[in-house]
Nanobody, 122 residues
Framework: VQLVESGGGLVQAGGSRRLSCAVS????????MGWYRQAPGKQRELVAI????????NYADSVKGRFTMSRDNVKNTVDLQMNSLKAEDTAVYYC????????????????WGQGTQVTVSS
């Protein structure tokens, strides 16, 4: 599984930005997909994720109501629409995917994109 993010950049506080993640490889075995972010000096944290057969995404409390993740299974993309951006949203954003094997027991593999920088100026 390969993940390539795009869409990062500089945006003013209160503005919007859309990140996109192109997914390729063994997409049929993907169990979960989402977005994480890492701000300078901080640990990587979950932003949004959708797992297995779930139809709804789960969001970090800090982004609920402002960020929306969407998945296009035809285009094999996962987008993150970010609205009402705040300075504290400044971070490198990483696309994430988890692949699960059909073996018994199941094996799980995590994949990450290279990251895309989002900087929100106040």
């Amino acid at each position: 599984v390969q993940l390539v993010e795009s869409g990062g950049g500089l945006v003013q506080a209160g503005g919007s930005r859309r990140l996109s993640c192109a997914v390729s490889g063994s997409t049929f075995s993907i169990n979960a997909m989402g977005w994480y972010r890492q701000a300078p000096g901080k640990q990587r944290e979950l932003v949004a994720i959708i797992k297995g057969g779930d139809t709804n995404s789960n969001y970090a409390d800090s982004v609920k109501g402002r960020f929306t993740m969407s998945r296009d299974n035809v285009k094999n993309t996962v987008d993150l629409q970010m609205n009402s951006l705040k300075a504290e949203d400044t971070a490198v954003y990483y696309c994430y995917a988890q692949r699960v094997t059909a073996t018994i027991p199941k094996q799980y593999y995590n994949y990450w994109g290279q990251g895309t920088q989002v900087t929100v100026s106040s």
